[in-house]
């Protein structure tokens, strides 16, 4: 973080009197008013609900420009990482700076292996759970979990602990979600394929039989792997801020991990997926691609609060260079498996043909983000509706502890204590019940 060379000057129409506050400069991107000074010195917080203007941190982690539509881990753009390096090649990106090379990926995906078996025990916690309950709902209670199935790297503290724990958490999430899955079926769960790619072995524990061989379709491993590299990181959205948030009071990594499971369940952020895939069936189930004016209608309708789920973003205003991508996939997927007819694709692209003409979509620089082709990749591959969070949960763990340890190793990281403007009652006796 850089001094810039101008400063800001805030005054106050009642004569109080000015303050400077100092500028900084980041690598790209806009500059920040250092504001840590200003109650300290004129009594007064700033008002941000919904962080539109607020820079809750410095990170070195990812860089998106949304007015252009880009995207880069690293510095490195989206598109390269996506068509040249794995998901394993992208987690040591996102939580040591550098890409591998071909010894330090063997030896990083070796170490990742080793723990992709969870303790035993964990099963006997999982049978707590209702068959039918949502896979989110038992995600977060299995990464919560954790915390006490491995003591030993619960200290956010410790660099080692939180080493071990980033490790542990990338290797076991492929197993928990699996496992949820098999467990609302009532299969057995399958153990980790150590010599698959970390995208193959998830296909096999979600998927394989213990009676038969599995055989991982190439094109199916690929579209998983780039939906994981996707997913990987995205700055400070509310799950990652979640993440930081939790992890700022010192609990372990294991728990604050857990609460962005938690915040990414919600259908405004990682629950869109879902949403965009029930939308998508409700329409079909009641008209199909004849309904999509009816339906965008009410989209558009000021007293209804019907969103077009797997439209928009609060920070790409241009495009999702992550959609352009998954889109992409999303042919290859279909065209593999023989459902370029699907009748639920097709839905999609008309409700995307027309939202792209339509002037309220224009206007207000909505389009279509990475859920609303991950959804109709996921479905077509196998995954069920209600598991797609848990996917992209997985894929997005990386992002969330490297985004915490960078938190922890950051020497200006304390507490996240954010304050309010009050507009309560003022202090009031307490009267006798029988005066209330
Ligand atoms: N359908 C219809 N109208 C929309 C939509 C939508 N999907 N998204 C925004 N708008 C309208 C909104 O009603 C508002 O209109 P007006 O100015 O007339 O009041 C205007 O566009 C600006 O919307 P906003 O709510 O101020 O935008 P935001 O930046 O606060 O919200 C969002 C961003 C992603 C929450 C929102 O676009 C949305 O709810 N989209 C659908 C859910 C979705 O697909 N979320 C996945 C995001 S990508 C995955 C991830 O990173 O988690």
Redesign the pocket.
């Known amino acids: 973080m850089k001094l810039a060379d101008n400063k800001a000057t805030l005054s106050f129409s009642n004569g109080s009197p000015s303050i400077e506050l100092p500028v900084y400069q980041g690598t790209v991107g806009p500059d920040v008013v250092d504001i840590r000074k200003l109650y300290g010195q004129t009594g007064m917080f700033t008002y941000d609900p ?1 962080f539109l203007s607020t820079a809750s941190c410095q990170s070195a982690i990812t860089y998106i420009d949304g007015d252009k539509g880009e995207l880069q881990y690293r510095g490195y753009p989206i598109e390269q990482l996506a068509t040249n390096c794995d998901f394993l090649e992208t987690c040591h990106l996102l939580l040591y700076g550098n890409l591998p090379d071909a010894a330090a990926k063997a030896q990083f995906s070796k170490r990742v292996t080793q723990h992709t078996m969870v303790n035993e025990q964990m099963q006997f916690f999982m049978r707590g759970f209702r068959r039918d309950a949502h896979p989110m709902a038992i995600l977060t209670g299995l990464v919560g979990a954790l915390s006490a199935f491995y003591h030993d790297s619960t200290d956010i503290n410790n660099p080692e602990h939180r080493d071990v724990a980033a490790i542990r958490l990338i290797a076991k999430m492929p197993t928990l979600v699996a496992m949820a899955y098999r467990y609302s079926l009532g299969l057995p769960y399958m153990y980790p394929r150590n010599s698959l790619s970390y995208a193959g072995n998830f296909m096999h524990m979600m998927f394989a039989s213990p009676c038969e061989d599995y055989v991982v379709n190439p094109v199916i491993e690929r579209a998983l792997d780039r939906i994981f590299v996707l997913h990987a990181d ?1 700055e400070q ?1 509310a799950s990652t801020s979640t993440v930081r948030l939790c992890g700022s009071s010192g609990t372990n990594p294991f728990a604050a991990i857990a609460a962005g499971v938690a915040c990414l369940w919600g ?4 629950g ?1 997926n879902e ?2 895939l029930n939308m998508l069936d409700e329409i079909q189930r009641t008209g199909g691609v004849a309904k999509v004016g009816q339906f965008m209608e009410q ?1 558009k309708d ?1 007293n209804s609060t019907v ?8 920070v790409y205003k241009n495009y ?1 260079p992550r959609a352009k991508l998954m889109q992409e996939t999303c042919k290859e997927v279909l065209a593999a498996l023989g459902l370029e007819n699907d009748p639920l694709f097709k839905l999609a692209m008309a409700l995307e043909k027309i939202a792209l003409e339509d002037d309220y979509f224009v206007q ?1 620089k ?1 389009y279509p ?4 082709y991950s959804g109709i990749v996921q479905r077509a591959i196998g995954v069920p509706v209600n598991m797609f969070t848990g996917v992209f949960a997985l894929a997005r763990t990386v992002g969330w502890i490297a985004q915490l340890n960078e938190m922890i190793g950051d020497p200006e990281y304390k507490i996240g204590r954010p304050r309010q403007l009050f507009t309560g009652a003022a202090r009031r006796d307490v009267l006798p019940i029988a005066k209330r």
């Open positions: 919904g995205h959205n259908p405004a952020h990682g869109a949403a965009c989209v000021k969103k077009l789920m797997g439209f928009g973003h609060r999702d207000r909505l983000n990475v859920d609303f």
